[in-house]
């Protein structure tokens, strides 16, 4: 018998890959800044560094596979053939909620991929939610143990959860809980957004609270409020999630805002990132790292290969990227200036200044 649980994965994980769940009009923001092209970059392409450190852990390529699927047969595949391609390039990976294989442990192999996956950074995820849900700090502790993950995300999905018929919206309080968990876990929080990105309120709030890391997970890339809208089972719910289609801080604003506040903490950039120049871009924002979901979930529903290709030629168009403003290594990168771009028919753009 299928969970509800089970269920409600399945069909994310259908309708995420059949289904139109992009934003209409809001952009990921990233088109709005360019970089200076460097004619004499002064280095050898082979010697550009694409390497870092996260939560403790050495990373090839700034990058994490983001946390998408798990609790269905057919997500168990996906996330085998995603840890083994992170495992192959040396980069992240992050899990889908591990709150369906706590609650029915027949599901935890769906999740299990520290056998192909030895020496990724591996994080557990539980929506934060949970913990004014009967979920304690226990079972944060359970959600990590159980697939052998370097570190816990707690995903935050306030609008989500108002959308779904079956959603958890009690999110009063749980600051202090979140706080708690950060206290008493033996490895590292990370709080995300899924999708509408977090504001530099928010982050202080998080920072002070204890967290190791922070994930924008920003407005551009797949619009969560069209997943459940396609979910919707009446005319209601449809009306009410589809007038959501374009709501959030895009990825590139949630990225600016947060590093400004919380400049000690090690950010990741996700939502919408789709190619190497825009993690470079979000580097130079900010960022310590990049999360991309949607295009290695389309490939590893083809096979390994298709997943270590895809990371590939990110990782390639980051270092070009690099190669072309001169940055030898991360650390350069963060320091290049961006040039803000005019939205088109902007006063300033007509005026020439």
Same mark, same amino acid.
């Given at each position: ?6 269920? &409600? ?5 259908r309708i995420s890959l059949e ?6 009009? =809001?952009?990921?923001?990233?088109? &709005? ?5 460097? /004619? ?17 852990? &050495?990373?090839?390529?700034?990058? =994490? ?11 168990? %595949? $996906? ?37 192909? /996956?030895?020496?990724?950074?591996? =994080? ?16 944060? *502790?359970? /959600? ?8 816990? @995300? ?44 977090? +504001?530099?309120? !928010?982050?202080? *709030? =998080? ?6 890391? $922070? %994930? ?21 719910? *449809? ?28 950010? @990741?950039? +996700?939502?919408?990132? &789709? %190619?190497? @120049? ?32 895809? @990371?590939? !030629? ?20 963060? *320091?290049?200036?961006?040039v803000e771009v005019p939205p088109?028919?902007?006063? +300033? ?5």
């Amino acid at each position: 018998m299928h969970s509800q649980n089970e269920e &409600r994965k399945s069909e994310h994980l259908r309708i995420s890959l059949e289904k139109d769940v992009s934003f209409r009009s =809001l952009t990921t923001g990233f088109e &709005r800044y360019r970089f200076q092209h460097c /004619a004499l970059p002064e280095l050898d392409l082979a010697a550009v560094d694409v390497s870092t450190h996260l939560l403790g852990r &050495r990373l090839n390529a700034p990058l =994490l596979i983001s946390s998408m699927t798990g609790g269905t047969a057919e997500a168990r %595949d $996906l996330n085998r053939r995603l840890a083994q391609a992170a495992q192959e390039m040396g980069v992240g990976m992050g899990l889908g909620s591990l709150r369906a294989a706590l609650e029915d442990s027949s599901l935890l192999p769906t999740y299990q991929v520290r056998d192909v /996956a030895p020496d990724v950074l591996l =994080l557990s995820n539980l929506g934060a939610v949970q913990l004014n849900y009967g979920y304690t700090v226990d079972h944060c *502790r359970r /959600a990590v143990e159980v697939v052998e993950a370097d570190g816990l @995300i707690l995903h935050l999905n306030p609008l989500q959860e108002a959308l779904q018929p079956e959603g958890e919206t009690d999110f009063s309080d749980l600051l202090r809980k979140i706080e708690a968990v950060c206290r008493a876990l033996e490895v590292p929080v990370v709080v995300k957004e899924v999708g509408w990105g977090l +504001s530099a309120d !928010v982050a202080r *709030r =998080l920072a002070d609270a204890g967290v190791a890391a $922070l %994930d924008v997970a920003g407005a551009g890339g797949t619009s969560w409020s069209q997943v459940e809208m396609h979910r919707a089972r009446s005319d209601l719910e *449809r009306e009410v999630a589809a007038a959501f289609r374009d709501w959030g801080i895009p990825t590139a604003e949630a990225l600016r805002q947060v590093h400004q506040a919380v400049p000690h903490l090690p950010v @990741i950039a +996700s939502g919408g990132i &789709r %190619d190497g @120049i825009q993690m470079a871009k979000a580097i130079a924002l900010g960022a310590t790292a990049c999360g991309i979901a949607r295009p290695f979930l389309l490939a590893a529903a083809r096979s390994v290969e298709a997943v270590v290709e895809a @990371i590939e !030629v990110v990782v390639t168009q980051l270092r070009v990227a690099m190669f072309a403003v001169g940055a030898q290594n991360l650390a350069v990168l963060a *320091r290049v200036p961006l040039v803000e771009v005019p939205p088109p028919g902007h006063a +300033s753009a007509k005026e020439g200044g």
